[in-house]
């Protein structure tokens, strides 16, 4: 061959070479290029599932179907960390028709960190590239892999900040090479689904606050509510099981967190609340409804026998003596249970274990009543009320009654007590029937509010009167709740002021009890009230516990003596107390007052011991004020009425 | 020189390259030079672009009638030879493989979506295999292109990387009317 030739051979040689090596750079490029794109899709296409998936489930089913597609793999598997910390399978999955024996295998693990390719992954909080799957014996699917036909594995973690909270693994036939590239971009994966459980706790959290009670971290009314709701669906299903409802509401306990304060307080609920968790059976919701009230929701008992034991072990939990500062002491519960009705409503069913509840308080605390009809009718009633007694004040249905107090010595009317009658529906509705009804809904404030503005506008209306010589005073009785009222001292300085009453001819009648709660608060408001210029009396003196020690702080003016004493004057024991009562009285400088005076010779009794004032049906019944003011007009013929019909004095 | 080629007609440039590298190896720069004027194709082609299936066709005729041989036996000779050459281009193909059976069994799945990556908007025949007998397979080729040779020829080369007797029966055939080719394939161990 020439050499011509040769060299344009190698010249052609040399050209076609070259020609192969742009063509494989060209190639790289277009691979590299594809690949990018192909990436940037992928990563596009998590982010958007990332950002517009209703939950975690529906981001992670996208992300394996794109990633399975992107790189070929043949299976995709998702895990979510549990509550302890462990892996468990989502059951989402993309290719498992291929591989079920690697999906049973899979399903029913539970990975801590280390175990398992998940486990390294934990562990790592980083991916892990197994090359042979099916030859690292120690992995738990390692025959399950084996038997499959799959080889390369890679998982790598779901990411919120360096918290692994899922593990995403990827599976194929092949034997694959570890690939940088591959990782760093499911790296990326990784923490775009991070974002998705992040963004699911924190709704979570949120709906965890509004559907649970901080302090106990149980469920909360609403939760509670819900939860019956279901219960009672199933039952309308189903109604072979029984639903109850037990309404625990803790004794004592609000002398605790007076007592010992807030902190201690909240210390007794937490260990309430886990001690009841002890006694209920793992399908019941225990709830906090509020302060030291607790539902117990119990589903799919045997008829209405296990009631009373769930409600035994209830109280037998709660009568165990609590530590607080090293100190025991005894609290107990009081619990009502009803048995639910399919097509009742959860409010209702919480309403009846609470009248229940209510019905053990008053028959004693520490024990378990059941919801009745009868009950429930009491209860009706009751609320029917509490309504009606609510809207009295605005409807004009409180009246003043009053009734005389009388001076023994003189028969002049020094005073009127000024009491409370609620006519309804044209009927007169005593103070024993309403009285203790809205001293418990605290309607009492404000209806004390109206009898003491009312007494008072009446009381200035006497003052003015020309045909009245001597105007009484007024007396006014005060509950312990209406005391513990912190607006009490401006109510009694603005009504006077309103009504421009003489403050001296205001007598306001508290009972012993008012200072047995809290003896200080007590004294300083009845202290308060003199320096209003109102005076103190003692009602119901004598039945009540104080004891003398308080009886010298108290800033009284006046005490009375209750009926109870009067009407038993004839006993020689009774009459000795009365004797002492009045004496002791005037030796604290207080005036004496009788109260149910009836007969001419409680009267002359009385009057030879020295009482100063006295009141009962004897004298004068309690009447309008109109009634009153001409007995007031009448004073001076009524007293030597009164005085004459009296025996004459003996001694 | 630019041809407006649409994809459905083209064929990769790789496919003439190839071609090229084997006829020079075995017979000469002369011998390709003198094939493409028999064709009366122009012979520019590279690897990226896309090219008329019948300057394949116009290739295979001329050096059917040069060697007097027929068509189908020319693109089998091809196929055989050029598998080597892939092999050597795309060594990542074979190497998870260690024998041909399983190699062409991935073809569908990773052969085929790895070529679309290098060259976007290639046709590649789907294959449907049946692989219920162990050591042999039966595969579904259609295609327009009715290259079944070119298929046996890459089979056989197949059997040559791996080391393996290959046994090829077609049982139907598109060249003989039939709506598929059905290829059998035995492969020695």
């Not at chain 2, 060249?175 to 035995?186: K, N, T, Y």
Request: charged share 25%.
């Amino acid at each position: 061959m020439s050499d011509a030739l040769e060299r344009a051979e190698r010249r052609r040689a040399r050209e076609r070479a070259a020609r192969h090596e742009a063509e494989a750079i060209s190639e790289r490029a277009t691979r590299e290029l594809y690949e990018q794109h192909e990436r940037l899709r992928l990563l596009r296409t998590v982010a958007r599932a990332a950002n517009e998936a209703a939950s975690v489930e529906d981001a992670l089913s996208t992300a394996l179907a794109a990633t399975c597609e992107h790189w070929s793999w043949q299976l995709g598997h998702a895990w979510l960390c549990a509550d302890d910390g462990a892996l468990v399978s989502t059951g989402l999955w993309v290719g498992r028709e291929r591989f079920d024996a690697f999906q049973r295998a899979t399903e029913q693990l539970r990975l801590a960190a280390g175990e398992g390719l998940p486990g390294r992954v934990l562990a790592a909080r980083g991916a892990v590239w197994l090359r042979d799957f099916s030859r690292v014996t120690e992995l738990p699917r390692n025959q399950a892999a084996m038997v499959e036909g799959l080889h390369t594995a890679l998982g790598f973690p779901v990411l919120v900040g360096s918290e692994v909270v899922g593990v995403l693994e990827f599976l194929t036939e092949r034997v694959v090479e570890p690939d940088e590239g591959l990782i760093d971009l499911m790296a990326q994966v990784g923490t775009e689904l991070g974002r998705v459980v992040e963004r699911q706790r924190a709704a979570d959290r949120l709906v965890h606050q509004a559907t649970h009670d901080a302090l106990t971290g149980l469920p909360n009314r609403v939760l509670i509510s819900d939860q019956l709701a279901r219960a009672l669906s199933r039952m309308r299903r189903d109604p072979a099981g029984c639903t109850a409802v037990f309404f625990i509401d803790l004794d004592g306990f609000k002398a605790v967190n007076d007592t010992l304060g807030h902190a201690s307080g909240d210390r007794i609920l937490r260990e309430v609340a886990a001690r009841l968790q002890q006694v209920v059976r793992p399908h019941d919701t225990l709830g906090r409804l509020s302060g030291d009230e607790f539902i117990l929701v119990c589903e799919a008992l045997a008829g209405e026998q296990p009631l009373a034991e769930i409600g035994e072990r209830i109280l037998a939990v709660l009568h165990e003596p609590f530590v607080l500062n090293s100190e025991p002491f005894q609290l107990g519960a009081s619990v009502g249970v009803t048995l639910a009705a399919a097509e009742k409503e959860p409010a209702e069913l919480i309403a009846e274990a609470d009248a229940a509840m209510y019905r053990a308080k008053q028959l004693g605390r520490g024990r378990c009543e059941t919801y009745s009809e009868e009950l429930g009718a009491r209860l009706r009633r009751r609320s029917e009320l509490e309504r009606a007694l609510r809207s009295a004040p605005d409807n004009g249905e409180l009246r003043l009654h009053y009734q005389p107090e009388v001076e023994l010595r003189s028969g002049r009317i020094a005073g009127v007590e000024a009491l409370l009658r609620w006519e309804r529906d044209g009927a007169t509705v005593m103070p024993g029937e309403f009285i203790p009804l809205a001293e418990e809904t605290g309607l009492i404030v404000p209806i004390g509010a109206w009898v003491l503005d009312e007494a008072l506008r009446q009381a200035r209306a006497w003052e003015r009167d020309a045909t009245i010589a001597q105007a009484p005073w007024t007396s006014v009785n005060l509950s312990v709740r209406q005391l513990a009222d912190p607006e009490i001292m401006t109510r009694v300085a603005d009504a006077l002021a309103r009504h421009e009453t003489d403050p001296s001819k205001l007598l306001l009648e508290v009972t012993e009890s008012v200072i047995l709660d809290d003896v200080e608060a007590g004294l300083t408001v009845l202290t308060g009230l003199t320096q209003l210029g109102a005076g103190i009396a003692i009602d119901d003196f004598g039945t009540g516990y104080a004891s003398l020690s308080y009886l010298r702080r108290f800033p009284a003016s006046a005490v009375k003596i209750d009926r109870s004493f009067i009407a038993t004057l004839e006993d020689s024991r009774t009459l000795a107390i009365v004797t002492a009562m009045i004496e002791l009285g005037h030796a604290l400088g207080l005036i004496a007052i009788a109260e149910g005076i009836e007969t001419a010779e409680q009267l002359a009794v009385l009057q030879a011991l020295g009482c100063d004032l006295g009141q009962g049906y004897y004298f004068a019944r309690p009447a309008p004020a109109d009634e009153i003011a001409a007995l007031l007009r009448e004073d001076e013929q009524l007293a030597p009425l009164v005085l004459g019909t009296a025996p004459a004095q003996t001694g | 020189m630019t041809r407006p080629i649409t994809q459905a007609v083209a064929m990769k440039g790789i496919v003439f390259n190839l071609l090229e590298e084997i006829v020079v190896r075995e017979h000469g720069d002369d011998t390709w030079d003198a094939l493409l004027d028999a064709a009366g194709v122009d012979g520019v082609y590279t690897s990226l672009g896309n090219y008329p299936d019948a300057d394949l066709m116009a290739l295979v005729g001329a050096a059917s009638q040069a060697l007097a041989l027929p068509a189908d036996d020319i693109v089998r000779w091809y196929g055989r030879n050029a598998l080597p050459l892939l092999a050597e281009r795309y060594p990542a193909f074979f190497a998870p493989h260690s024998d041909a059976r399983a190699f062409v069994l991935t073809l569908n799945e990773i052969i085929h979506p790895e070529v679309r990556k290098l060259y976007p908007g290639a046709l590649t025949p789907a294959f449907a295999f049946d692989a219920s007998q162990p050591g042999r397979l039966v595969m579904d080729y259609r295609s327009e292109r009715r290259l079944c040779a070119f298929a046996e020829g890459l089979l056989l080369g197949a059997g040559d990387h791996f080391g393996q007797q290959v046994e090829i029966a077609q049982s139907e055939c598109m060249h003989r009317g039939d709506e598929r080719c059905l290829i059998e394939i035995g492969f020695s161990s």
